[in-house]
């Protein structure tokens, strides 16, 4: 079975500082993957999605992964975060079968 | 404008209750679904609908029921029969064959007393 782990279910940035969130997956075939935000008591916004070609997938609001086979990883990055990132992020993974299996999330608290 | 609409966002019951949230989508998809959202455990899927008259069980089904009787509409019962009912739940849909892209209405937060 498909697994997705998020490592630090909070961290804490200031802003202007690097945005590192951390995701791995467990397939033997790489997976379609994804990032998901969620800002307080809504629903889930996709970020960005990696399927097929680039390995570094650029999202909305300045974030991007990258997708590295080796290390089964897809972490989130954003060079300098703003108040506004604070939010919920989560990973998913969509593998031979067609429902995403997320992970844990990671509650993301930015510092003036 | 398009989108996908839960209803109450906020819904208290007393224990020993059934309970249907509501979910309607005017964006035309065929898929639909529904997850439960738990701290710290990310969202897991209840139930799925990949055509009208039609659904599947996700990995935690055991306590809930759903319909699918039109396109638009998808409505989750959380019966007595499940044990930890209180939860945000999340209801989302997708185009027919692009499952991995999701669009997730505001949720329903469930208090069960």
């Known amino acids: 079975a498909q697994s997705v782990t998020q490592l630090g279910s909070h961290v804490s940035v200031s802003e202007g500082a690097l945005v590192l969130l951390r995701c791995n997956y467990s397939?033997?075939?790489?997976?379609?993957l994804f990032w998901y935000v969620q800002y307080p008591n809504q629903g889930l916004q996709l970020l960005l999605k990696y399927t097929t070609g680039a390995t570094l997938v650029k999202g909305i609001n300045g974030f991007e992964a990258e997708f590295k086979k080796s290390e089964t990883s897809f972490h989130l990055t954003k060079p300098s975060a703003h108040m506004s990132d604070a939010a919920e992020y989560f990973c998913a993974v969509l593998p031979s079968g067609n429902m995403l299996t997320f992970g844990g999330g990671t509650r993301l608290m930015v510092k003036p | 404008d398009g989108g996908i609409t839960q209803s109450p966002k906020y819904l208290f019951r007393k224990e020993g209750q059934n309970v249907t949230l509501s979910c309607e989508q005017n964006?035309?998809?065929?898929?639909m679904y529904w997850y439960r959202q738990d701290p710290g455990q990310g969202l897991r899927l209840i139930y799925y609908s990949q055509i009208v008259n039609d659904f599947q069980k996700g990995d935690i089904a055991e306590g809930y029921s759903v319909s699918r009787e039109k396109k638009e509409s998808f409505p989750l019962t959380v019966t007595s029969a499940q044990k930890n009912p209180t939860a945000f739940y999340l209801c989302?849909?997708?185009?027919?064959?692009?499952?991995?892209?999701?669009?997730f209405g505001p949720g329903t937060r469930l208090t069960v007393t």
């Open positions: 964006l035309n998809h065929d898929a």
């Open positions: 397939s033997s075939v790489p997976p379609y």
């Open positions: 989302a849909s997708s185009i027919g064959d692009r499952y991995y892209e999701q669009y």
